[in-house]
């Protein structure tokens, strides 16, 4: 009986090289939460999520405080129950947002220790539909200064050059006719046969706004538009989903299947991009992916291939994994000692167990420190 001894937390915060624009927002840096977990067994499984551009500590706060004294000491194996047990404890701090993403990734950690302990890789304990690769779609476009539609094109022409099938590229910070020009430059540049996903950021407030850049982006057949409005604003995604063709995918910063079975019920998606490190871990998000399947809603994860790619191997409604083939923007990949590939497309999965990676201790160490809890 594999019992859980220790958590180690940190707060890793590091910053971009090059300061990077959204529709709506700014980052020049980046604060990733990170967790271990130890078992009487002497085997760690480790978790990770995203927490923003400032205030990492909450998530330091919350798993010390909160969410590490419920697990410590109990079996690993109870992955369900433990999950209950923290969603319980942290009703009043965070059913979303920060203490939700603390959730997250002691979660994702559990899955990692539980397949370790077995000696699986994460996909094939999770019982998995691809075993080898699963399809990924590349992730940039991101506006830097002085970044051109011009060069976009050449971005985006960069990643089918790789072997990807389908690429994706912001939209949302120029005006209609400016963002037009961006998408053009791409699928020009990429041909009819490669699908273009356009990311929104929650850039836009109404569907009058949305489909004054929506009306001119059809024609360039987008595979779909990403977040167009605020996350909570599920109705404005119900409405727009009838105004276009284009399809609509959200839920990145969905919290919980219940906010996703609203999103479902009112048409807000055709896709959910649903990120495990998000909505409450592994557990939850096998549990939205199950619900999206009886609507018939694929699921293209949301950052993080390090965890989707085998969510994604292990999930038969789920279509791409989203990957960054550098670590400019996601610069998460710094902290790890061994990198997903890709070939032709479609991301190498790791065949070692759990994840098949940990963390860089000597570079989490330029960035954080660990503190530890145990009983």
């Given at each position: 009986?594999?019992?859980?001894?220790?958590?180690?937390?940190?707060?890793?915060?590091?910053?971009?090289?090059?300061?990077?624009?959204?529709?709506?927002?700014?980052?020049?840096?980046?604060h990733?939460?990170?967790?271990?977990?130890?078992?009487?067994?002497?085997?760690?499984g480790?978790?990770?999520?995203?927490?923003?551009?400032?205030?990492?500590?909450?998530?330091?706060?919350?798993v010390?405080?909160?969410?590490?004294?419920?697990?410590?000491?109990?079996?690993?194996?109870?992955?369900?129950?433990?999950?209950?047990?923290?969603?319980?404890?942290?009703?009043?701090?965070?059913?979303?947002?920060?203490?939700?993403?603390?959730?997250?990734?002691?979660?994702?950690?559990?899955?990692?220790?539980?397949?370790?302990?077995?000696n699986?890789?994460?996909?094939?304990?999770?019982?998995?539909?691809?075993l080898?690769?699963?399809?990924?779609?590349?992730?940039?476009?991101?506006?830097?200064?002085?970044?051109?539609?011009?060069?976009?094109?050449?971005?985006?022409?960069?990643?089918?050059?790789?072997?990807?099938?389908?690429?994706?590229?912001?939209?949302?910070?120029?005006?209609?006719?400016?963002?037009?020009?961006?998408?053009?430059?791409?699928?020009?540049?990429?041909?009819?046969?490669?699908?273009?996903?356009?990311?929104?950021?929650?850039?836009?407030?109404?569907?009058?706004?949305?489909?004054?850049?929506?009306?001119?982006?059809?024609?360039?057949?987008?595979?779909?538009?990403?977040?167009?409005?605020?996350?909570?604003?599920?109705?404005?995604?119900?409405?727009?989903?009838?105004?276009?063709?284009?399809?609509?995918?959200?839920?990145?910063?969905?919290?919980?299947?219940?906010?996703?079975?609203?999103?479902?019920?009112?048409?807000?998606?055709?896709?959910?991009?649903?990120?495990?490190?998000?909505?409450?871990?592994?557990?939850?998000?096998?549990?939205?992916?199950?619900?999206?399947s009886?609507?018939?809603?694929?699921?293209?994860?949301?950052?993080?291939?390090?965890?989707?790619?085998?969510?994604v191997?292990?999930?038969?409604?789920?279509?791409?994994?989203?990957?960054?083939?550098?670590?400019?923007?996601?610069?998460?990949?710094?902290?790890?000692?061994?990198?997903?590939?890709?070939?032709?497309?479609?991301?190498?999965?790791?065949?070692?167990?759990?994840?098949?990676?940990?963390?860089?201790?000597?570079?989490?160490?330029?960035?954080?420190?660990?503190?530890?809890?145990?009983?």
């Amino acid at each position: 009986m594999a019992t859980i001894q220790s958590v180690e937390v940190c707060v890793a915060r590091i910053p971009l090289d090059k300061v990077t624009y959204l529709s709506n927002r700014t980052v020049v840096d980046r604060h990733y939460g990170l967790v271990k977990i130890r078992s009487t067994d002497g085997v760690e499984g480790i978790g990770f999520c995203y927490v923003g551009n400032a205030a990492g500590e909450l998530f330091r706060v919350a798993v010390e405080h909160l969410l590490a004294p419920v697990i410590l000491g109990r079996e690993s194996l109870a992955v369900e129950g433990l999950w209950q047990e923290m969603y319980q404890e942290a009703l009043l701090q965070g059913r979303m947002g920060t203490v939700m993403r603390a959730l997250s990734a002691l979660d994702i950690a559990l899955w990692d220790l539980n397949a370790r302990t077995v000696n699986l890789p994460l996909h094939k304990y999770l019982g998995a539909v691809d075993l080898e690769t699963v399809p990924a779609y590349a992730s940039g476009g991101y506006y830097v200064d002085g970044k051109t539609a011009g060069d976009l094109g050449d971005e985006m022409a960069s990643y089918v050059d790789q072997g990807f099938k389908a690429v994706k590229m912001k939209t949302g910070r120029w005006n209609p006719a400016g963002e037009e020009s961006r998408v053009k430059a791409a699928r020009e540049a990429i041909g009819p046969n490669v699908e273009l996903m356009l990311d929104c950021n929650n850039g836009w407030i109404d569907t009058v706004q949305a489909m004054q850049y929506l009306q001119r982006f059809e024609q360039y057949d987008p595979y779909f538009i990403e977040e167009p409005f605020s996350p909570d604003d599920i109705e404005s995604h119900a409405r727009l989903a009838k105004l276009t063709r284009i399809p609509v995918a959200t839920a990145e910063i969905g919290y919980g299947r219940w906010y996703h079975k609203q999103l479902l019920d009112m048409g807000g998606a055709s896709i959910l991009q649903t990120d495990a490190a998000v909505c409450g871990g592994i557990t939850e998000w096998r549990r939205i992916a199950a619900m999206a399947s009886g609507y018939a809603i694929q699921m293209c994860p949301h950052w993080f291939h390090d965890v989707h790619a085998p969510l994604v191997a292990a999930t038969q409604n789920a279509r791409y994994v989203e990957f960054f083939w550098d670590d400019q923007v996601l610069n998460f990949r710094r902290l790890l000692d061994r990198q997903m590939t890709q070939k032709d497309g479609r991301v190498v999965l790791h065949q070692s167990p759990g994840l098949g990676f940990n963390f860089d201790e000597s570079q989490v160490a330029k960035y954080g420190r660990w503190t530890t809890v145990s009983r």
